[in-house]
């Protein structure tokens, strides 16, 4: 493209060097010709000199510079020519509106758009269809449709590029009422429909609700022979997908044979990634190479994320090779995509994602989240802290994935006073009521042993999401108030809120931390047939640990049994864990050999049978693990506390000797101990404070 543009180039200014040697740059429609050359050719420096050595100028001149600086995107420099134009006595002309309005589209500068628009009705061109449609289309693409639709009823005259305009424009906000609406006045007022009306109008339909009128507009198209459209084949492909209909989306593309291009490959690959079916995306990415399309920075982008999935994570470093290869990773967003995969991948794959991270150029907002996120996800919050504030340091954009990323790390570290200075910092930006921002802090509150604060946050959005809803029904399960989780569960079906996946494992979690046995096996039965969300293992698990914490060890079993896929680590840490409290060394034995094959790395499974053989006094098996555990090379992850006095977090762990105060901690914790040990002496702890209240100069408070 570079090379095609460099010879047109040279050419074209061998034909200005023979137009000079003629003399007939003094023409005027020789030098609006290659005013106009130039600045197809993105060379704004040549053009404006010789519009500059023009003796004379008409309308069609200062057209085409003005055009030039407006559709590069200088706007200042497009308005300083039009007041010169003004001056010069020329008359405006509809084409000069319409191509400044162009450009001031593509900004999205609404309020030069206003001052071009109080300039056009004092001339009366605001009426014009060419400069009125223009004036529509910047109006809608600026985000003020009902501006734009006041634009086009006063029009006397309309076009089709008028329709198409609030079409789009309505559509961009996502109004599908008015949308429709106006599609049928179009067809009403006998105006013919082209691949610009239907293409904003099937973006709008993102939901199984939307799969009739999809299948209606679909009939509209090949009615009128618009499906060979790429922009219309590759819309009807991913309406199809987001209203849950992979079959119909691939019979579109099946279809499409003639027409497709590397935007429709992209579609079908995002549909099978929609739809959890990453072989197919892997075939479709194949395939297309097969049939000579080269993949873009949108296809690694899409391919790379399919390499999350667990079955593809062999996938992930080839790809990264290829993308190098192919000199697409200084693209930011296949770079922002590879870290997600790597970060994903689990804990040790941190390093490669920080490796590309580091050695990018350019970073966006969504590169720096993502590390952000990844620090939060492996457990490094402290580090996650010190690049949030790298973050303000370097004034890079903080967004509400920014706060949600950042407060979820107070969280983890228990840090309150720390977690609510970023709560009032989002107060003061204005994304405390936005949803993602609003469930970290439901959490971290939570976290922290507010639920009344937690409670508050909830209240503060909008609560039209399940994200906000499933952080606080987790919150007051963890609180140990199951019954006010299950309200919620029940007003948010009032209020007409769709749950997710997530909201059952929250819900089930309250029933099990709360021994509400039947209420979360009805929960469990009715997930598909009343809400249409099949079971996954993670609802199998929170079923399992329900039973496991009732005592019901046998219907924990039975139900890992009936599972209709393959357990993993998780399913089976959890019937381990319900073994343990059950106190089944037998069926726990079993669990753990199974658990022991899938991670041998884990030391939470050999912790937990160590401790079950030492219950059970059988010291050979116990010897056996302990000894397993030395040859393997696994050490017990030792746990931490910590507490935030006076600004300062103090972490500790067991036995743990390198805290400054280190002295005063074991004396103090000694007198406890001792203490606790004279209460366990006397059968009546009140008889004790009786004892010590009778002894001369002693403070039975200070004691307590």
């Known amino acids: 493209m570079k090379r095609l543009h460099s010879l047109t180039l040279l050419g074209l200014k061998a034909t200005h060097c023979q137009a000079i040697k003629l003399g007939s740059t003094a023409d005027l429609y020789t030098a609006n010709n290659l005013i106009t050359s130039y600045t197809k050719c ?53 084409h000069t509106f319409a191509s400044i309005l162009k450009g001031v589209a593509r900004a999205r500068e609404f309020q030069l758009g206003q001052q071009l628009h109080s300039v056009m009705l004092k001339m009366g061109l605001s009426e014009n269809v060419f ?6 289309d910047m109006y809608a693409k600026c985000g003020r449709v009902d501006d734009a639709y006041v634009v086009f009823r006063s029009m ?104 497709r291009d ?9 549909a099978y990634l929609m739809h959890e079916k990453e072989d197919l995306a892997f075939k479709v990415f194949i395939d297309m190479q097969n049939f000579g399309f080269e993949p873009d920075a949108y296809t690694y982008t899409g391919i790379v994320s399919a ?107 228990a840090t309150l006073q720390l977690g609510q200075q970023v709560h009032v910092l989002a107060l003061k930006v204005g994304f405390d009521t936005n949803n993602y921002v609003g469930s ?46 299950l309200d919620l569960f029940y007003l948010m079906r009032e209020r007409k809120v769709k749950p997710d996946h997530i909201t059952f494992v929250a819900v089930l979690t309250a029933c099990s931390h709360n021994g509400l046995v039947e209420e979360g096996c009805n929960f469990i039965e009715s997930m598909e047939s009343d809400f249409g969300i099949p079971p ?66 884990e030391h939470c499974t050999y912790v937990i049978l160590s401790e079950m053989y030492e219950r059970f006094k059988m010291w050979d098996e116990k010897a056996s693990v302990t000894r397993m555990m030395r040859e393997r090379g696994v050490k017990k992850v030792p746990g931490w506390s910590w507490i935030e006095v006076k600004n300062k977090v103090h ?3 067991a036995e743990d000797h390198s805290h400054p105060q280190c002295e005063e901690i074991y004396t103090l914790l000694q007198q406890l101990n001792e203490g606790i040990k004279l209460f366990d002496n006397f059968v009546n702890p009140m008889l004790l404070l009786q004892c010590l209240h009778n002894l001369d100069g002693y403070d039975d408070q200070k004691f307590l």
């Open 42 to 94: 993105t060379e704004l420096t040549f053009a404006h000199q010789l519009f500059d050595e023009m003796p004379h100028r008409d309308t069609v001149s200062w057209n085409a510079i003005i055009s030039a600086y407006a559709n590069s995107g200088h706007l200042g420099a497009t308005w300083k020519l039009l007041c010169a134009m003004r001056r010069s006595t020329l008359a405006f002309g509809s």
């Open 131 to 136: 400069s009125g449609s223009a004036l529509l």
């Open 156 to 259: 006397p005259a309309r076009n089709y590029v008028s329709w198409n305009a609030l079409v789009a424009g309505y559509s961009r906000v996502g109004d599908c009422d008015m949308a429709f609406w106006v599609l049928r006045c179009m067809e009403f007022e006998g105006v013919e429909i082209d691949d610009g009306t239907v293409s904003p109008l099937l973006t709008l339909l993102d939901g199984i609700e939307f799969y009739r009128l999809a299948m209606q507009l679909h009939c509209k198209i090949v009615k009128h022979g618009l499906e060979l459209f790429n922009t219309v084949c590759n819309a009807t492909i991913t309406a199809y997908s987001e209203c849950c209909s992979l079959q119909d989306a691939e019979r579109v593309f099946d279809g499409a044979v003639a027409c």
């Open 262 to 270: 590397v935007v429709t490959w992209n579609s079908m690959l995002g």
């Open 307 to 413: 390499c999350s999935v667990q079955e593809h994570k062999s996938c992930g470093k080839y790809l990264h090779g290829l993308v190098i290869k192919r000199g697409l990773q200084d693209s930011v967003p296949v770079s922002n995509a590879l870290i997600a995969m790597y970060i994903r991948f689990n804990d040790r794959c941190m390093e490669n994602a920080l490796r590309i991270f580091f050695s990018m150029d350019l970073k966006d907002c969504c590169t720096w989240n993502s590390i952000l996120a990844g620090y939060v996800q492996v457990g490094l919050s402290e580090d996650a802290l010190r690049l949030y504030l790298q973050m303000r340091s370097l004034v890079i954009e903080i967004d509400h994935y920014t706060f949600s990323a950042v407060i979820r790390s107070c969280s983890d570290l």
């Open 440 to 485: 970290s802090l439901i959490f971290m509150y939570s976290k922290c042993g507010i639920i009344e604060d937690a409670r508050k946050s909830f209240e503060a959005t909008s609560k039209d999401n399940a994200i906000v809803w499933n952080s606080i029904i987790f919150g007051y399960a963890q609180h140990g108030q199951g019954n006010i989780a």
């Open 536 to 601: 996954r293992k993670e609802h199998y698990a929170c079923a399992i640990d329900l039973y496991g914490r009732a005592g019901h060890l046998e219907k924990a079993k039975a139900l890992f049994e009936t599972m209709p896929f393959e357990p993993d680590a998780m399913v089976l840490k959890t019937l381990l864990g319900a073994c343990r409290f059950c106190g089944d060394i037998e069926l726990a034995s079993q669990v753990a050999k199974t658990l022991l094959e899938l991670e041998p790395g």
């Open 651 to 653: 972490a500790f762990n």
